[in-house]
Structures are given as C-alpha cells and as structure tokens.
C-alpha cells in the first residue's frame, strides 16, 4: 500500500482510508501529526464492506488507545480492518492521519 493521508479540520470525520485486507499479516501502522490549531481527535476503524457508503450506516470502533488526544501520535492495527479514519471531536484546527500498510508495494 502507498502511504496515504487523510486529514479533518475542526469536528468532523474525515474520509476514510481502505485498508487491504487479503495480505498476511495486515499489519498497518499510523501517525497522526496536528497540522494546526489544538484540535482533540480519535482514531476509529470499522469492519464493515469498504465497497459500501462508508459515511452512512457504517459502525466505527475507537482505536483502543488513540482516542481523545491532543496532540501528535503513533500507533497501530495487527489485525484486519477494513478502513480507518481520524474524528476530530472538539477544538479547532487540523488533524492529519497518515497510515502504510505492511506487505503492500
């Protein structure tokens, strides 16, 4: 997978990025860099089909320990998701997802 990047400024969701779930491991990593302002954000990823609507009627799950923060971040998923987006949920300004998915060239 080529790195892609997302971002949201001020509350909202962004759009999400589609995760490749037929490679072995799906390890995927992310970084979230606050571009501007002091926004608080959460990373949330859901199981749903990626070829559907993912902006309606999809259930998202927070990232279990990249919720509510403020400030720039790392982490990861060792299992497969099949998309990933950044909710910025108060403040203002702009959070920036990046995310690369292992195995995919």
Known sequence: MKVQTVSQTNAGSSNAI?????????NVGLGI??????????????????????????NW????TL????????GNYA???SAIKVLVTAGSGTAELTVIQAGIA
């Open 61 to 64: 799950f927070t990232h279990p």
């Open 18 to 26: 589609v995760i490749n779930t037929n490679t072995n491991p799906c």
């Open 33 to 58: 860099v606050i571009t501007d302002g002091t926004p608080t954000y959460t990373i949330q990823h859901t199981f749903d089909d990626p070829s559907s609507d993912l902006n309606t009627s999809t």
């Open 67 to 74: 919720f509510d923060q403020t400030d720039n971040a790392d």
């Open 79 to 81: 299992f497969p998701v």
